[in-house]
């Protein structure tokens, strides 16, 4: 009687065997029902076997699909991925096609493949090449559309919006032999696509991330947009990065690979200067000039230094716009007794509370909110003290002192800025600049983005900067505020040379042993261990090498996650995977994360 190896959407690095019906085949990457101890569980078939008679063995309920999902190419990336990454390969066929019908799937019969033999990765040097703004970058990804010669197009997005916006600019010049590919399309739209690109050829696919891992058999290039944005990072397991998933496709199908970008982040700048990529600098354009002030504030009234207020008070007054660009949400990040200094904490669970308005408190942890109390139950005083203003702050005050404007807070959810004088929002209020055109773009504390944790804030706030000036007008100016306007970050954007801040980056990161000159890998335990099981890891962890990080999560039930520095990721995740199989400890990893 013929087997068959299935894997299931669950965090085990196994696969299991199961007899076939009688007069039953089946191919790597169909789809099948099986049971699973009490449950039937929709599998992936991953190998055929012979049977041994050994141990007897329970048999598939159904085969879902008349042909493999998986083209022999998708096969061999999901493996690829599960290995680097650290995901059980279920896992990661569950990301890939979890979304789809779960009733038959028609598709003509295409070639197949073995898992373990898949095409053989070869080596390509992708192009990355910088614009000087949108609408260039723009211009430039659709004469490639043009240009293509056969073969698909697979085109990469960072954020649906992005990808939706292309997609109906070209719709209408390539008709039939365009299609988008998101995880937001219904089940049904997206397996009618799957099937598409698992048959047709010659097609130009439009995706966010999940796109990646598109069934297409004749890919002839790859355009990842914006490749260092944290939209190509997925946050569950498989915790993969659309770069790195791209690099390896397109020397699967040896494609050519674009990697378009506003500002290229410091890892690909190291790549280019160590010729594993072409680089293409954006041409020369005069952009906003930059102002650093120095700055710290002194009181309640002192949120603006006085050259800040001097050239937005001259924008508003000749009739132009002005947008403010801010850290934090809410009122205030810090609430207190202004007498005795006592924090303002949770009722039900002692969390300190955060300021959302000026009379109503929110806490993180419960997600519950409550009103100001009269009074400090401490003292009874009944002053409080803020600090880390909030956008709602600065919105307050600029109402109190500028009550004749239209003053407008951005929400994510807008398609469109809205009409105002001035427009308040996060660092996410970058895509609509171009739109909303401000004659100033103020950034009233600058050490709440540069401060953050994470050894990577510094060169975030420095990319979102540049791309912020590629989108507004070139007579337009930027204020930053700081406490510090003496680091490299903020010499580089006010010489607008971006090569000092790159320069002075390396130079840390590589006396740090700091990504990009090393990797990061982050060791997530499962929700639901034991005390015993977590300590277990916590003794093991430190024999591997150097912990830069132990955290703990309140999303994970107050477990601690690791960040290991090392060298070799992969040979760490295959160690650690080795002693929790033996230990039975669930756990999860993410190879350099975002955070």
């Known amino acids: 009687m013929k087997t068959v190896r299935v894997v299931f959407d669950l965090p085990v690095r196994k696969s299991f065997s199961y007899t076939l019906p009688e007069k039953e085949e089946v191919l790597p990457g169909q789809r099948v029902l099986a049971p699973f101890g009490p449950r039937k569980l929709l599998g992936w078939v991953v190998a055929n076997e012979e049977e041994t008679g050994e141990i007897p063995l329970r048999s598939i309920l159904k085969i879902v699909d008349e042909h493999p999902l998986f083209s022999p190419s998708l096969l061999g990336l999901c493996q690829w991925v599960s290995s680097y990454y650290g995901a059980s390969l279920g896992n990661v066929f569950g990301a890939v096609s979890g979304g789809l019908s779960r009733t038959f799937i028609p598709s003509v019969p295409l070639e197949t493949s073995s898992i373990s033999s898949y095409l053989t990765p070869k080596d390509i040097i992708p192009d990355l090449i910088e614009f000087s703004s949108p609408k260039e970058k723009i211009d430039f990804l659709q004469r490639l559309v043009s240009k293509r010669s056969s073969g698909s197009l697979l085109i990469l997005f960072s954020h649906i919006s992005h990808c939706l916006h292309t997609f109906q600019q070209l719709r209408s010049q390539y008709n039939d032999r365009i299609l988008l590919f998101t995880g937001d399309l219904n089940k049904t739209t997206k397996t009618q696509h799957w099937v598409r690109m698992r048959s047709q050829k010659n097609l130009i696919v439009l995706g966010t991330r999940i796109a990646a891992f598109s069934p297409l058999s004749d890919i002839e290039t790859i355009i990842i947009d914006e490749p260092d944005h944290f939209g190509h990072k997925e946050n569950s397991s498989p915790r993969y990065e659309t770069k790195e998933v791209a690099w390896y496709l397109a020397q699967l199908f040896s494609s050519s690979l674009f990697f378009l970008t506003l500002q290229r982040d410091l890892s690909l700048h190291i790549a280019a200067e160590k010729k594993h990529i072409t680089f293409t600098p954006s041409r020369s354009r005069a952009l906003p000039k930059t102002v650093v002030l120095h700055f710290r504030k002194r009181g309640k009234k002192s949120l603006f230094h006085q050259d800040s207020i ?184 006010t010489k607008d040379n971006p090569d000092i801040f790159y320069t002075a980056e390396s130079r840390i990161r590589k006396k740090l042993h700091f990504p990009p000159f090393s990797h990061f890998l982050k060791i997530i335990p499962g929700r639901k261990i034991s005390k015993e099981k977590e300590e277990l890891l916590e003794s093991f962890i430190p024999s591997l090498g150097d912990i830069y990080d132990a955290s703990f999560s309140f999303s994970r039930g107050g477990k601690k996650a690791f960040l290991l520095k090392t060298d070799f990721p992969q040979k760490h995740i295959e160690e650690i995977i080795s002693f929790c199989d033996r230990k039975k400890i669930p756990v999860s990893f993410d190879v350099d994360p975002y955070e």
């Open 310 to 493: 001097h050239f937005l008070e001259k924008t508003l007054f000749s009739g132009d716009r002005a947008a403010i660009i801010h850290a934090r949400k809410g009122y205030a990040r810090f609430l207190g007794c202004a007498a005795c200094g006592s924090r303002l904490l949770c009722p039900e669970c002692e969390t300190p509370l955060l300021a959302q308005t000026s009379k109503v408190l929110f806490c993180s942890h419960d997600r519950k909110t409550f009103p100001l109390p009269s009074s400090c139950s401490e003292c009874g005083g009944k002053k409080w003290r803020y600090s880390m203003e909030g956008i709602e702050k600065y919105s307050e005050f600029l109402n109190r002192q500028y009550p004749g404007f239209r003053i407008s807070s951005f929400e994510s959810h807008f398609a469109r800025p809205p009409s105002c004088d001035i427009l308040l929002g996060t660092i996410g209020m970058e895509e609509i600049l171009s739109q909303f055109s401000p004659g100033i773009l103020l950034i009233p504390d600058g050490d709440s983005f540069v401060a953050r944790a994470g050894f990577k804030s510094e060169e975030r706030f420095f990319l979102a900067i540049q791309r912020m000036r590629k989108r507004l007008p070139e007579n337009a100016l930027l204020f930053i505020q700081s406490s510090n306007n003496e680091i490299a970050l903020f010499h580089a954007l």
